[in-house]
């Protein structure tokens, strides 16, 4: 039920009141008494607030209503209101089509895989603990926790006067970041600033190609710096003083190498670029990988060497300020490092980037395409990380098989130091798949300096 991120799909298909109603039903029956809800800017989401609530409340837990806010307001919110759970109705970056049920625990860290399953047991099984008349729990409104989430990032960064940003909100939900910023000293211009959940502006997912007029207006102005989120504000994506946006790998790397110390460790997935291991690796820090997912790079990070946690994807955790991706702190962190260091090309200049290859092939049975992979792997005596997919280390590179979790492909990426060994272990990979392939096809290769 639950995928790398949560519930997630479309509206009255995969998503539907009565899907809400049953989550709320087996978190208060799962001894969830104390419940945080909020939601994202989707029309939907008033829909599946109620009905998630109404099962909370037939199950006798309390619901504390906080509206539309931030995923990461809605997280630390549940540790600030003395809650057992928070529930944030949202889609994060997909289309306006879809909305989804993401669970968070008082520590701020998505409902782990023991938990997950609990829920979906109860889900599945339809086992509740329905309460009478007199055992209906209560629904009530709490204010403040958008101004309590700027007011802890104001504590964790320092003055940034002087400092000019230009805010892409997408219509969505992170106004928190712009609110933070202002009190920090910044000159702050939006885009897209307008809650919306058609997303009129821009799609939900920031990237390169959807953020064209954040990188003409901040190419084009005294900018230092260009801030983009998606519909519910967890991920955060930047452009630098010049117009150019910052790949996603190359701000992991930014970010970890400024946390990192010697004998820590960078959490990160198995599709993260070589760029952040040699980033972390003068400090005398190394990359320990995770399977595809900010819930899994959140897990990794409660471990007590772990001091920074990323996703390509643009999630980023600090572990000892929270464990949800926090878009407005992770923005403000962004914003005082190009500060200090006065230039955020420069910051990005000075990385180390490497060829990345890309493909999708279309199949008809992605796990028996994968166990064939991977048969076919091991018997040539690599060192192979079935974590998550196929991920094999060749030393002066990597090539990763992996299964979609929303489409009916095998993705296949390969990366290496020198470009024509990123050929080679690329269509080594590519070859590896296709005779595993029930007559799939590809759809087209794409090249990068570093993974988006």
Excluded at 85 to 102: L, R
Excluded at 121 to 137: F, K
Excluded at 264 to 288: E, N, Y
Aim: net charge negative; charged share 30%.
């Amino acid at each position: 039920m639950f995928g790398t991120s949560g519930i997630r799909g479309a509206v009255g298909e995969e998503v539907t009141a009565e899907l809400a109603l049953s989550v709320g039903r087996a978190l208060a029956s799962e001894g969830y008494e104390r419940v945080v809800v909020g939601r994202d800017v989707r029309e939907s989401g008033t829909m599946l607030v109620d009905a998630l609530s109404a099962g909370i409340r037939e199950c006798g837990g309390d619901v504390f209503e906080i509206g539309i806010a931030p995923t990461p307001t809605i997280a630390r919110g549940v540790d600030w209101l003395d809650a057992d759970a928070g529930v944030v109705i949202t889609a994060s970056h997909n289309p306006k089509t879809d909305n989804g049920i993401k669970l968070w625990s008082p520590s701020g860290q998505a409902f782990d895989t023991e938990r997950r399953a609990a829920i979906t047991d109860r889900v599945e099984n339809e086992r509740y603990d329905l309460e009478p008349w007199d055992g209906i729990g209560d629904r009530k409104r709490r204010e403040g926790l958008l101004e309590r989430h700027a007011e802890t990032i104001m504590n964790t960064v320092d003055d940034l006067s002087g400092l000019d940003v230009v805010i892409d909100v997408g219509n969505g939900a992170g106004s928190v970041t712009a609110e933070a910023l202002v009190d920090l000293g910044c000159e702050v211009r939006t885009l897209n600033a307008q809650q919306d959940g058609r997303f009129p502006g821009r799609p939900s997912e920031p990237n390169e190609e959807t953020l064209e007029d954040l990188q003409r207006l901040v190419g084009a102005t005294d900018a230092d710096l260009g801030i983009a989120h998606d519909g519910d504000g967890d991920r955060m994506v930047a452009v630098d003083e010049r117009g150019r946006f910052v790949p996603k790998d190359l701000l992991l790397a930014l970010f970890a190498r400024e946390m990192a110390g010697d004998g820590d460790r960078i959490a990160a997935p198995v599709d993260t670029s070589l760029a952040v291991d040699d980033a972390v690796a003068a400090a005398g820090a190394s990359v320990t990988r995770t399977a595809v997912g900010d819930v899994y790079v959140a897990e990794r990070a409660t471990e007590p060497d772990v001091v920074f946690g990323g996703e390509p994807s643009g999630a980023w955790i600090w572990p000892e300020e929270t464990l949800c991706p926090d878009g407005p702190l992770a923005a403000a962190k962004l914003a005082a490092m190009t500060k200090r260091a006065g230039s955020l090309a420069e910051l990005v200049d000075d990385l180390e980037t490497y060829p990345i290859r890309r493909t999708s092939i279309d199949v008809t049975d992605k796990a028996a395409v994968m166990e064939r992979v991977e048969a076919t792997v091991r018997e040539r005596d690599l060192e192979v990380d079935a974590l998550d997919g196929v991920r094999i280390d060749h030393g002066d590179g990597w090539t990763l098989v992996r299964p979609s979790g929303t489409e009916s492909v095998v993705r296949i990426t390969a990366e290496a130091r020198d470009p024509e060994r990123a050929e080679e272990l690329f269509e080594d990979a590519r070859e590896i798949v296709l005779a595993a392939t029930d007559g799939g096809e590809p759809r087209g290769t794409t090249e990068t300096p570093s993974a988006e």
